[in-house]
């Protein structure tokens, strides 16, 4: 049994010297580097690769490389195994490990199941644990349905996992083997929590902190949909909701304590929480004490993603859809709205964006930054567009285009 | 008793790449003992993909999940009929059959 949990890690990678990402296929034979700087590093084609993104699909792995941020080299599908199935796997989860930048992907074959895939050379090259990585234990009916997130402790080697059904897995060998921590898992409200339409799952895992006041490596933040926000401030013996002040428009009572489909729960810059709602943006610098709704002056209040800024408190992205009855943008056009305020206004962020019309929605990870200096921002949508942005530029660019559903984005300085 | 399992090919690797497993089960039928309530000792899909975890487990997690459910969109014949129009994992599997295991129809 497993009742503990680790700190939080800031998502950023620095300082750890890079292998350079092969080919899917064909492989090449590597050139020498030419220039070598503490923060570039080189690909088997010479070119200097500053920026990586890893894009998990409907039906495959995908990779884009940039070393500006506005001209990409895109690889994939990746060859996860050896058989070519997982190759067309849903990938639903992409974690890069901020110290050994190890990449963990989730993903689940239609036929054959979910697993866990890692790369420790960028992409180059993946491997799938000879065991089951993740596994409910024997005394437990559920099995794996998918990996929804992956999240890093403080401790090297912890990786989190959230997934579907609703249960949090943790690993201590950097995410080769999990095991289920058990006292969210025998939750009282567990039996009340239920799927919504993408399943019933943690999605949201933010390890080591409850509130904007610090961090604390006995602490832990998760949100699941449906079920809410739960809190856990010892090591995940005991876990807490906190949802007050979230709605429920699909429940009896509109503010139930528990229950709350949250489609996604960030933390920005200054330790301030971040939810979008099924219906509703909230902020709260302590969950526990509730939450206050910030969608006044955007669009709409459904959507499936908060971006919040690494480094500027109060800077954050969401992407709005129209409402539960109907997943499209509203306007039919694809929108971004950022506030610099934290939520107490919202400006539409669209430069850059197609004008036309535009039917791709964002889902709950379809979006990253890089955590850069001058951070580099990452969505992708439904319609298998994938679209970059930084602080310097302010200005949305293509990073590639047709690709499958886009599930799920993670970028890294490299 | 013997079987043999027939695999897809995109299970193949997962079994050292064989298409064909010939896997013995329990004794012969004439010289098994009877267990003491007087059945014969039952050999079933569930027995078959038992001993195919023991040698394969990697191949197993591809068949089923770890509650051991069949996937569902795994299909597991014994000779020509599909095992979910039988007994399920329960269906017994005679001396000699063939357990095809197949991806269905499915996806998009």
Known sequence: MLDHIGGAVQARAKGVPARLPGPTAPVREPVAPVVTQSTRIHRHSGAIMTYLLVIGTRKGLFTATSDDRRRWELRGPHRLDTEDYANMAGVYAVGIDPRSRRILVGAESSHFGPSVWFSDDLGGTWHEPPHAPIAFPDDVEDSLTRVWQFAFGDEPGTVYAGVEPHALFRSTDGGQSFELVRPLWDHPHRTEWFPGAGGGAIHTVLPGRVTAAGTDPAAMTVAMSTGGVYQTRDNGATWAPASQGISAVFLPEEFPEYGQCVHKVAVGADGVFYAQNHHGVYRSPDPAAGWTSIAEGLPSDFGFNFLAHPHRPGVGYVFPVISQECHLPPGDHLQVHRTDDAGESWQPDDKGLPQEPYYGIVLRDGTCTDAAADPGFYFGTRSGDVFATTDSTEEWSLVAAHLPDVLCVRAVEV | ?108
């Open chain 2, 1 to 108: 008793m013997g079987v043999t399992v027939l695999l897809p090919q995109v299970l193949q690797a997962h079994a050292g790449g064989a298409a064909r497993i010939d896997i013995l089960l329990g004794a012969p039928l004439d010289q098994a003992a009877p267990p003491l309530d007087g059945a014969a000792p039952a050999v079933t899909v569930r027995s078959v993909l038992d001993e195919l975890a023991r040698r394969h487990p990697g191949l197993d997690r591809r068949v089923r999940d770890e509650q051991g459910r069949l996937r569902r969109y795994v299909n597991v014949f014994v000779d020509s009929d599909e095992c979910r129009a039988l007994d399920g994992l329960d269906t017994a599997v005679p001396d000699g059959a063939e357990v095809r295991i197949l991806p269905s129809v499915a996806g998009g």
